[in-house]
């Protein structure tokens, strides 16, 4: 039964930390330089311009 547990103690550490080293940050400068400027990017690309979009919520 004691053998069991450790056996069982070292896959859920193993797959713990395979899981957790996946969750790192997602975005590079890039892609915050990019966020910075896509009103630029994305202005008079529509038809029928004029829309003005609103965030449902608080």
Do not use: C
Request: charged share 20%; net charge positive.
């Amino acid at each position: 039964m004691k053998t069991s547990k450790n056996i069982s103690s070292i896959i859920l550490t193993t797959l713990m930390l395979i899981a957790f080293t996946g969750a790192r940050a997602q975005g590079t400068m890039a892609d915050y330089d990019k966020t910075k400027n896509l009103d630029k990017l994305v202005s008079d690309k529509v038809l029928h311009g004029g829309v003005r979009p609103e965030w449902i919520g608080p």
